[in-house]
């Protein structure tokens, strides 16, 4: 970017903060558990200070520190974020914000939405990340159709100009066996061609007879000519081998410690490719036009046994076999022109955008019905069992969507005021077919408007009052009693808070106050000429309070302190009974606790750092009816670390790790809706790493 536009008498003005950050202050930034900017709730590289929104971030530092292995134990110490709400199921990343589902609809990764249609998900390894930035509440504004409860951007690595080496190998539980490399620099003198490329190799099982296994490679290339121009090419590759069913046995309501299915027989195998590339050039009247392209595609198979309990014998479970593919073709483009100038003795960060996504899915499902050779025994189970994958297709179909959105945003400084504001238009086609009788099931345009804007004052003691207004919208392929598809559904969000971030001080504080509505959800009122017919009747509100504090403090301690109160109330359902609970799986209180502490180089402990935590889950409801309640939960999770170099210096960058969650081996029962699922049980991951 260039330097600071200049005022009409020729002097910098301030904003210089509104610019994209320099490859040595973002690594700076992220070797902290403070950091002090985010570019998700802007598309602009803008202080967390005088963003006017609720954001977390969670930096490589934190993720080393922590020992973190998935995406789930990545984003649990944030406020507003709980997880497990499907006990522990390591094909997908289950995560909640603010009381609404993002699993599948929030998950991002460099800006753009990684996306569901059937059932594969992309799934990200954290190895290859440098950082996550969770933005809560309502996003379509800048992201197009999306959750009321946000979205978690996952930051790849990327080349940074700086020579860097790392390989990394890990054992833990169970029979977890990793190796990772990290190799990024220069390959020319001018450090104009600079590379990175990351890998993963991973076996493993889990302590609930699951797979776990992961190959991942990652390169980037970005060609840097000048201040002005900058081309990042980038790829991935990856296959990952889980279980298909991660359900435990039900039983009168109670989870057995089994396996529906069997350890042996399901797998699900998933192969993933990207390609994109990420241009940006800054034009000599200071307009910078950044262009963001991306290929996705996802294969998915997946084979598993399930089935029902014998009508006279309450100990055997007869099953079937099950096999699903998945195939998703994705095309997206985001174009941006940004523009910083003085109007009228106001300061204007201009970004004005128009996006595109292309999705293409084709799904099937097939199964031979219950097989005595699969029934099971809980007196005397036997695991191993091994048979066809069913071949009678019973579900054939495609979908495809199209949106295209047009957006603009304003950053406006005046004075000591901080104001954002912003507008979108979403166009979204919808398309779906079944293969079987060739009927287009659905094939419906929607169109939809999303806005935002927020203020926030800045005083010279670091406190930052501000409130925001924000909207959602999601599209739905439901139908009603016309025959024609629903209108998307909608949410909007009202956030007021305070953030307290000192300049240059090594840790923030932020606590916010949020009150969504989600509206126009589609359910189920019954069915018409063989047809099921729904209606938009869901309405779900939460509101609630959030605290988060985060410190790097000098004399070696990093510290994430985060609690949140959520009241979800269950505003409208087609079954009136329901209106006035509590949803689901929703807890009302969460908090968590992260402690970090390094001991001096000047003391006999030198090189030796230790870390613990505790997160705290509030009782839920088994269901909307608000019958039965999921108990509360504490979880334990330590790590200690042994820099090597600090003792001898000719092994310097050789560490040792050891990291372990859940200690006290806690697995209590989730029940969701009918369906009850275990927790993961203690897990514990040595690492040896060395960096050069």
């Known amino acids: 970017m260039p330097a600071a536009a200049q005022s009409s008498e ?29 570019s998700s709730a802007t598309k602009t590289d803008t202080p967390l200070a005088e963003t006017p929104r609720s954001v977390s971030v969670v930096t490589r530092k934190e993720m080393e520190e922590r020992g973190v292995q998935d995406i789930i134990q990545a984003v649990r110490y944030s406020a507003g974020v709980t997880t497990g709400s499907f006990g522990f199921d390591p094909r997908f990343d289950q995560i ?53 409860g946000g979205l978690v951007n996952k930051i790849s690595k990327r080349p940074t100009g700086e020579d860097h080496r790392e390989i990394e190998l890990q054992y833990g539980t169970v029979d977890r066996y990793q190796a990772a490399f990290d190799f990024g620099g220069a390959l020319d003198e001018d450090r104009t061609l600079l590379y990175r490329i990351v890998g993963v190799a991973r076996d493993a099982d889990t302590n ?98 399930s089935g029902a309990w014998d009508a006279v014998d309450p100990n055997i479970y007869h099953r079937g076999a099950h096999a699903i593919t998945d195939r998703m073709n994705v095309f997206q483009a985001d174009n941006r022109l940004l523009r910083t100038f003085e109007l009228g003795g106001l300061t204007h960060n201009v970004l004005a955008g128009l996006d595109f996504t292309d999705v293409g899915s084709e799904f099937s499902y097939r199964t031979d019905g219950l097989n005595p050779d699969y029934d099971l025994d809980i007196r005397d189970p036997v695991s191993g069992i091994s048979g066809p994958t069913p071949r009678t297709l019973v579900l054939h179909s495609a979908a495809d969507m199209r949106q295209i959105g ?32 060739g009927a287009v099931t659905a094939d419906e345009t929607n169109s939809a ?62 606590a916010a106050f949020y009150h969504i509505t989600e509206t126009d959800r589609p359910e189920f009122v019954g069915i018409e000429n063989g047809l099921f017919i729904y209606a938009p009747v869901g309405e779900v509100t939460t509101k609630g309070v959030e605290i988060e504090a985060r410190a790097s403090l000098a004399a070696g301690f990093d510290v ?57 889950l509030s009782e839920t ?72």
């Open 10 to 38: 020729g002097r910098a003005t301030r904003l210089e903060r509104l610019e994209v950050r320099g490859q040595t202050d973002e690594a700076e930034d992220n070797d902290t558990v403070a950091p002090k900017e985010a």
């Open 96 to 148: 909640y914000i603010r009381g609404f589902n993002l699993t599948t609809l929030g998950d991002y990764r460099d800006g753009f939405r990684q996306p569901y249609m059937n059932y594969g998900t992309f799934r990200t390894e954290p190895y290859s990340l440098e950082r996550m930035e969770i933005l809560k509440g309502p996003a379509s504004t800048l992201y197009g159709g999306g959750t009321p």
């Open 208 to 305: 609930f007879d699951m797979h776990d296994d992961r190959l991942m490679l990652m390169p980037s290339l970005t060609w840097q000519p000048d201040d002005a121009t900058s081309l990042t090419v980038y790829a991935l590759g990856q296959k990952d081998k889980t279980s298909a069913s991660a359900a435990a046995l039900n039983r009168d309501g109670v989870a057995l410690d089994m396996r529906a299915s069997d350890p042996e027989y399901d797998y699900q195998k998933v192969e993933q490719y990207q390609v994109g590339y990420e241009l940006e050039h800054t034009f000599d009247n200071d307009v910078t036009f950044n262009q963001h392209i991306r290929y996705s595609y996802l294969d998915l198979d997946a084979r598993y046994l």
């Open 406 to 437: 047009l957006y603009a945003q304003d950053q406006i400084e005046a004075g000591r005021w901080r104001f954002t504001l912003g507008g979108r238009h979403d166009w979204v086609k919808q398309k779906n077919r079944n293969h079987m009788t």
């Open 449 to 510: 408007f999303s806005g935002q804007v927020g203020a926030l004052y800045r005083l010279d003691n670091g406190l930052s009052p501000y409130a925001s207004f924000a909207t959602s919208f999601l599209p739905v392929t439901e139908k009603g009693a016309n025959g024609t598809v629903l209108d998307p559904q909608t949410a909007r969000q009202f956030e007021v808070g305070v953030k307290y971030q000192p300049e240059g001080s090594p840790f923030s504080v932020v």
């Open 560 to 616: 994430v302190a985060a609690y949140t109160y959520n009241d979800a109330e269950i505003t409208g359902a087609a079954d009136t009974s329901l209106i006035g609970n509590r949803p689901a799986v929703t807890p009302e209180h969460v908090a968590s606790l992260w402690g970090y502490y390094t001991f001096d180089e000047n003391t006999p402990l030198a090189g030796l750092s230790l870390g613990a935590g505790v997160r705290y």
């Open 621 to 692: 409801f088994t269901s909307g009816a608000n019958t039965s309640k999921n108990e509360a939960v504490t979880y334990l999770d330590a790590s200690v670390t042994y820099d090597f170099g600090k003792a001898r210096p000719e092994w310097d960058g050789l560490s040792l790790s050891v990291s372990a969650t859940n200690l006290t081996d806690e697995r209590p029962a989730v029940c969701n809706e009918g369906y009850c699922y275990l927790g993961q049980g203690r897990s514990v991951v040595g690492s040896l790493k060395y960096r050069w």
